[in-house]
C-alpha cells in the first residue's frame, strides 16, 4: 500500500556521477519530507539529504555539501539525489525515507525502501 522504491545505483568511477531516483506509491510524496540515508558495511545508517514537505527547504551533511543535490518532482511522486564528484567513500546503499519532518535522525522516519547499492571504485 505505501512503498517507497530506491534506483539508479551501480558501480561508478571517483569523480564520476549518479543520479537516484525514490518513486512513492500508495501516497503523495509531496505531504511528507523525504530523507536520503546510507548504510556502509561495518557502519550506523546516516542521514545524506532530506527535502521538507512544507517550503521545500532542504539538508545536506558536511560530507557531500556541494558535491550532492536532492530536488523533487511532484508530478511523478518521485525525489531524486543528484550526486557529482563521487569519492570512494560515497561507497554504501543508500535509503529513501519518508516522515513529517525533514530531519538527520533515521528514527524520525515512518516509511522506508529497500535501498540501492552505490560503489564507486577505480
Known amino acids: 500500500q505505501l512503498q517507497l522504491v530506491e534506483s539508479g545505483g551501480g558501480l561508478v568511477q571517483p569523480g564520476g556521477s549518479l543520479r537516484l531516483s525514490c518513486a512513492a506509491s500508495?501516497?503523495?510524496?509531496?505531504?511528507?519530507?523525504i530523507g536520503w540515508f546510507r548504510q556502509a558495511p561495518g557502519k550506523e545508517r546516516v542521514g545524506v539529504s532530506c527535502?521538507?514537505?512544507?517550503?521545500?527547504?532542504?539538508y545536506y551533511a558536511d560530507s557531500v555539501k556541494a558535491r550532492f543535490t536532492i530536488s523533487r518532482d511532484n508530478a511523478k511522486n518521485t525525489v531524486y539525489l543528484q550526486m557529482n564528484s563521487l569519492k570512494p567513500e560515497d561507497t554504501a546503499v543508500y535509503y529513501c525515507a519518508a516522515g513529517r519532518l525533514c530531519t538527520t535522525t533515521a528514527g524520525e522516519y515512518d516509511y522506508w525502501g529497500q535501498g540501492t547499492q552505490v560503489t564507486v571504485s577505480s
Open positions: 500508495g501516497f503523495t510524496s509531496d505531504y511528507y519530507a
Open positions: 527535502i521538507s514537505s512544507s517550503d521545500g527547504s532542504t
